[in-house]
């Protein structure tokens, strides 16, 4: 009996560390990755206006061959990234660790390659540009460690983040500017004086007003005579004039409701991008409505004027009853075109808004997906009512040439 307690005793003493180790490392608990290295005194004890808590370091990390003096000019190079509040949170104490990491006895004790991947995630920009160092590399197993602790974590810096102007503070990701975490774009155009931007939205408006009233005039006249102006071609012209009505109301929207801050501005004061999201109001949304689908709309009733233009000049006037017939096809491709694009705009969320002008619009920080649901659009209809109009008048000019003789 006596025999078989100290056995136990001895295999408990003999595997019982070696199964804490591979618990720590399984990731149990967190424990110190060291590495032999060549430590040297600390010429200073602060690093990034944080006071070491160690008296000695190393340069094996980053350069066996740099010196104290080096390192600290590299670390105040990279003081510029405290415009950016998110990377500078975690980027101070990973250069630290690198710069200035703890070695005793011949050990440093490596940086995490978790503390690693956060600092390429926040500060992902770097990576954008091709400034990230080529020594950053977070599978680099002879500078990080899997799951090691580090005491540099615990160091207080005294330094926070603070955005560049014309940048502003805030914490929702949505309001993030592209590659810049922890800032984001203000809703008041910041490249335009007070002045300039009000001089921009009174013409803009000025335009609208006089466009909507000749607009109105037109879908008026047509209203008092109904009767005979409800045929085609002519009613196509009443719906290309009432879209642009409703299009210059988009426009004069935030001044009718005295709504351009609902409109442009998110919740925390910044530019409305990537529209509809989540938690904001639709006011957005109906302004982008009103101006982009009945703006399209318009350009599909053009091409459909033209269209019967071409009728008209294949038959010398005589179509009223072949145009009336595909009537309902006019109004389906008219109405459901644009539908789909809207649909689609806002299904991908490229819903964006002008603080210049003080309307949403589709694609105004990405021109690619401006060109592809605006300019493309409106060159097809312009190539396709081109060849309606130039096959048209040909057509016309030749029987004006050569009549028909009639039987």
């Not at 005793?9 to 618990?23: D, G």
């Not at 006249?221 to 085609?232: C, P, R």
């Not at 642009?244 to 409701?257: A, D, H, N, Q, T």
């Not at 990405?366 to 060109?371: A, D, E, G, K, Q």
């Amino acid at each position: 009996m006596p025999l078989c307690n100290n056995l136990c005793r001895w295999v408990l003493l003999t595997l019982l560390p070696t199964a804490v180790l591979s618990l720590d490392r399984a990731g149990g608990v967190i424990q110190p990755c060291p590495r032999p290295a060549k430590c040297q005194p600390l010429n200073t004890t602060l690093c990034m206006g944080a006071q070491l808590k160690y008296s000695s370091t190393t340069l094996d990390l980053i350069d066996p061959e740099m010196t104290q003096e080096i390192a600290q000019e590299h670390l105040e190079k990279w003081r510029g990234l405290i415009s950016l509040p998110k990377c500078w949170s975690v980027v101070q104490p990973f250069l630290c660790s690198l710069y200035m990491p703890k070695c005793e006895n011949g050990t440093v004790f490596l940086p995490s390659v978790e503390m690693c991947k956060s600092v390429t995630s926040a500060c992902r920009i770097l990576a954008e540009f091709d400034l990230w160092p080529s020594y950053f590399r977070c599978d680099d197993n002879s500078t990080f460690g899997t799951k090691c602790k580090n005491d540099v974590l615990e160091l207080k810096f005294n330094t926070t983040g603070q955005c560049k102007a014309p940048l502003v503070p805030v914490d929702q990701h949505s309001s993030y500017y592209d590659g810049v975490e922890g800032c984001g774009v203000p809703c008041d155009e910041p490249m335009l004086t007070p002045e300039e931007l009000s001089q921009v939205r009174q013409w803009a408006t000025v335009g609208a007003i006089i466009s909507g009233l000749f607009n109105g005039f037109t879908v008026i006249t047509f209203l008092l005579d109904w009767k005979s102006s409800n045929k085609y071609p002519a009613l196509v012209v009443f719906y290309i004039n009432l879209c642009f009505l409703i299009v210059c109301m988009g426009w004069l929207y935030p001044v009718l409701f005295n709504s351009q801050k609902d409109i442009i501005c998110r919740k925390d004061k910044t530019l409305r991008t990537s529209e509809p999201s989540v938690g904001e109001n639709l006011s957005c949304i109906v302004n982008f409505v009103l101006v982009y689908y009945f703006l399209i709309a318009s350009i599909v009733w053009f091409v459909i004027q033209t269209y019967a233009w071409h009728i008209t000049f294949q038959a010398l006037g005589k179509i009223q009853s072949k145009i009336d017939k595909q009537g309902a096809y006019f109004h389906l491709a008219a109405w459901s075109l644009p539908l789909v694009l809207t649909i689609t705009v806002m299904a991908l969320s490229k819903v964006d808004a002008s603080s210049v002008f003080g309307i949403c619009f589709v694609g105004g920080q990405n021109p690619i997906v401006r060109t592809v649901f605006l300019l493309v659009p409106l060159a097809v209809a312009l190539l396709i009512g081109g060849f309606y109009l130039g096959e048209g008048t040909f057509l016309s000019h030749l029987k004006y040439l050569y009549p028909i003789p009639q039987r």
